[in-house]
């Protein structure tokens, strides 16, 4: 059983920047898709990024493109979202998932967050105008 932990959620103002970790209770010796999702107030969760751990690809929301990198260190077990030139619609509870083993992995998952087995408890992000 995969257990997932996010850190780094934070209250900054616009146009800052954020680095939210997500660390694995275990390696990933099979290729996984890992995602970052979030949910704001009243709204329904959202995939934000994905990355296939075999390979590096990654995939981006169209609302967070350019604006946020979704990164893995594979020796620590770690998943990361870089997120730049925030904005106060960026405010939400962030969480890091998983879908594996021997997952595929592409943009179009992020549409299903069903797909997703494993979720971490969730960090919170607030960006204030």
């Known amino acids: 059983q995969v257990q997932l932990v996010e850190s780094g959620g934070d209250s900054v103002q616009a146009g800052g920047s954020l680095r939210l970790s997500c660390t694995a209770s275990?390696?990933?010796?099979?290729?996984?898709?890992m995602a970052w999702f979030r949910q704001a107030p009243g709204k329904e969760r959202e995939g934000v990024a994905a990355?296939?751990?075999?390979?590096?690809?990654?995939y981006y929301a169209d609302s967070v493109k350019g604006r946020f990198t979704i990164s893995q260190d594979n020796a620590k077990n770690t998943l990361y979202l870089h997120m730049n030139s925030l904005k106060p619609e960026d405010t939400a509870m962030y969480y890091c998932a998983a879908r594996g083993p021997n997952a595929y992995c592409t943009g179009g998952y992020l549409q299903y967050r069903a797909l997703f087995g494993y979720w971490g408890q969730g960090t919170q992000v607030t960006v204030s105008s």
């Open positions: 990355i296939s751990t075999r390979g590096g690809s990654t």
């Open positions: 275990e390696y990933f010796y099979s290729p996984y898709c």
